[in-house]
């Protein structure tokens, strides 16, 4: 597997559309398809599912994550498999 | 002059966050911030019991949260 090294700008712009998971340090997941970020890491999602100790919750068209100075997503996994994507958030989030 | 985290992208990296987590995987890149991009990722959460989630490709971690950073390093003991 050659290696490619790649920089946190570059992994944001190749997995907008993609499916993934923003989690939050409280435990709460938002599993959505990236529509957009911008530098402070806020993020929206579209067909946002929101899931509470693993458990599903609720259901939102259109969601936007907040990403507070400092405590913005902290990881976004894309698979190409057919395994959902992940978006780790350690930070506080607020959710609209 | 390059950082000594340049030296570990390809490695394998042990990330201990500021919570109760830790992170192993191989490092692609990172940024002025040290946001990370991991791929073959571990994500251990340290509870008594030791719960451990893994993940695959690729991942950015947020450096915001990082407390060390381990080269080389597998993880806690399961």
Redesign the interface.
């Known amino acids: 597997m050659s ?10 712009k190749q997995i907008i559309g993609r499916p993934v998971v923003v989690k939050l ?1 409280s435990g709460v997941d938002y599993r959505g398809v990236l529509a957009c970020l911008d530098g402070y ?1 806020n993020i929206a999602l579209e067909q946002t599912e929101e899931y509470v100790n693993g458990q599903l919750k609720n259901k939102y068209g259109d969601a936007f994550i907040r990403g507070n100075n ?12 057919k ?1 959902s ?2 978006v ?4 506080h989030q607020q959710v609209f | 002059m390059p950082e000594l985290v340049d030296k570990c ?2 490695s394998r990296i042990h990330i201990v ?3 109760d ?1 830790e ?1 192993v995987g191989t490092l ?4 002025d911030f040290v ?3 991991l791929e073959d ?1 571990t ?1 251990f959460e340290i509870t008594p019991e030791g719960r451990r989630i893994t ?8 450096g ?2 990082i407390t060390m950073l381990v080269p080389g390093g597998e993880g806690p003991e399961v």
């Open positions: 290696l490619r090294k790649q920089t946190p700008s570059d992994f944001l340090n890491m400092g405590n913005s997503p902290s990881l976004y996994s894309c698979t190409t498999s395994i994507p992940f780790y958030n350690q930070g | 992208i390809g966050m500021k919570s987590k992170i692609l890149g990172f940024d946001n990370m991009v990722v994500e993940k695959l490709d690729q991942i950015l971690l947020n915001n949260n």
